[in-house]
């Protein structure tokens, strides 16, 4: 019931681009696992890591981030499952002994699963001084999480889809586009990037990402006891005003007709997707001063091509190639150079280079390159 039911073990930087200085760093903690359990925890954080990594705009951001998992022994393994819950969503009955005693059934919300946000928090902190965000796994094999301050979810098979929404939430201050809670929107406009309840045009939120000829709203709710899930009226991706939105049915919109924050597994809508992007575009490297050098040199003869390789390059790396003949004297164009990449791993690139001798003698070269940014 409480950290004495547990321990910290050790940190590792599971997904490493840099100083944390200049970096988004994301804390992964281990809630509901024994010791002799933490290889399951780290298979969890590895199947978290690949989904977010699969998970426009992570991707194009992925040098941004770096992911640290921290292994939390609890005494006992699993999470709190009340039975009988509120709203009818019972649990298990299970009581564990964990270190942040996570619980279902939070606020009397079965599938609400937390732990303690400020032992979580402070947990992250000291693993991590300059943490942005924190994330805990918790170890139950039923559906649910929550967001707040930390994302919690537990290892039911959607899990990490879960994650990346309650992601959305504590990380990048989205509100759910699901329509559960109320008929009509009440309090105003949304502090959220993503809901608006501001139908003009000329003022609505995204109104730069709204073509002239999409319709506003874009689709209404015709009955507002009931959520809207008739198919979209124009093409997906399109950008205009969707009714239901921030678990209001009617007076709240948003940006296109589906988005992970209304279903998990969705792609982001272009507005989730720049609200993500502008929280994580200031930790991406910085171009530097080039660094060049000579990779290698050699000799090709008369119309010969020649491929070779050079491998393990930090995908986030920018980098040039270049052929240049050593012998003077061999005048028009001599060399031709093709650069064809490949991405060997989430993190590393494997440069193929293709050099041909388009002259009429042998020609000695350096094979150089240009880092435009590392860090
Ligand atoms: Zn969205």
């Given at each position: 019931m409480s950290a004495a039911d547990g321990r910290v073990l050790r940190t590792e930087k599971l997904?490493?681009?840099?100083?944390?200085?200049?970096?988004?760093?994301?804390?992964?903690?281990?809630?509901?696992?024994?010791?002799?359990?933490?290889?399951?925890?780290?298979?969890?954080?590895?199947?978290?890591?690949?989904?977010?990594?699969?998970?426009?705009?992570?991707?194009?951001?992925?040098?941004?981030?770096?992911?640290?998992?921290?292994?939390?022994?609890?005494?006992?393994?699993?999470?709190?499952?009340?039975?009988p819950c509120a709203d009818g969503d019972n649990g298990s009955g299970l009581s564990a002994r964990t270190y942040f005693d996570a619980t279902y059934c939070t606020a009397g919300l079965g599938r609400l699963l937390a732990g303690n946000q400020a032992l979580a928090l402070a947990t992250a902190q000291a693993a991590v001084p300059q943490v942005r965000a924190t994330i805990g796994i918790v170890n139950s094999s039923r559906y649910g999480g929550a967001g707040g301050g930390v994302a919690w979810f537990s290892t039911h098979a959607s899990a990490s889809q879960i994650g990346i929404h309650e992601l959305g939430h504590s990380a990048f201050h989205l509100t759910d586009e699901y329509?559960?809670?109320?008929?009509?929107?009440?309090?105003?406009?949304?502090?959220a990037p993503n809901a608006t309840t501001d139908t003009n045009r000329a003022t609505t939120k995204w109104r730069d990402l709204i073509l002239p000829a999409t319709p506003l709203p874009t689709m209404s709710n015709p009955n507002c006891a009931n959520s809207d899930n008739r198919p979209s009226p124009v093409a997906a991706g399109t950008v205009g005003l969707f009714e239901g939105c921030d678990r209001s049915r009617?007076?709240?919109?948003?940006?296109?007709?589906?988005?992970?924050?209304?279903?998990?597994?969705?792609?982001?809508?272009?507005?989730?997707?720049?609200?993500?992007?502008?929280?994580?575009?200031?930790?991406?490297?910085?171009?530097?001063?080039?660094?060049?050098g000579v990779q290698f040199s050699d000799t090709l003869a008369a119309a010969e091509t020649r491929r070779w390789f050079t491998h393990s390059w930090p995908a986030c790396w920018q980098v040039c190639w270049t052929a240049i003949p050593r012998n003077p004297g061999l005048s028009g164009p001599t060399l031709e150079l093709r650069v064809r990449t490949e991405r060997a791993s989430r993190e590393l690139v494997t440069y193929w280079l293709d050099i041909t001798n388009r002259s009429a003698a042998a020609v000695e070269f350096d094979a150089r390159y240009e880092i435009l940014s590392r860090d």
């Open positions: 997904v490493d681009h840099g100083d944390p200085a200049r970096r988004w760093n994301l804390v992964i903690l281990a809630e509901g696992f024994r010791e002799p359990e933490m290889p399951q925890f780290r298979a969890a954080c590895a199947r978290f890591i690949d989904q977010l990594f699969a998970t426009p705009p992570f991707n194009e951001l992925w040098c941004a981030i770096n992911i640290y998992c921290v292994d939390v022994a609890s005494d006992e393994s699993g999470a709190d499952d009340p039975n329509t559960d809670a109320r008929d009509n929107s009440t309090g105003g406009e949304p502090t009617c007076g709240a919109y948003r940006a296109e007709h589906d988005c992970y924050m209304r279903t998990l597994g969705t792609p982001f809508c272009s507005v989730c997707r720049r609200a993500i992007r502008n929280v994580l575009k200031p930790f991406m490297p910085q171009q530097v001063a080039p660094s060049v």
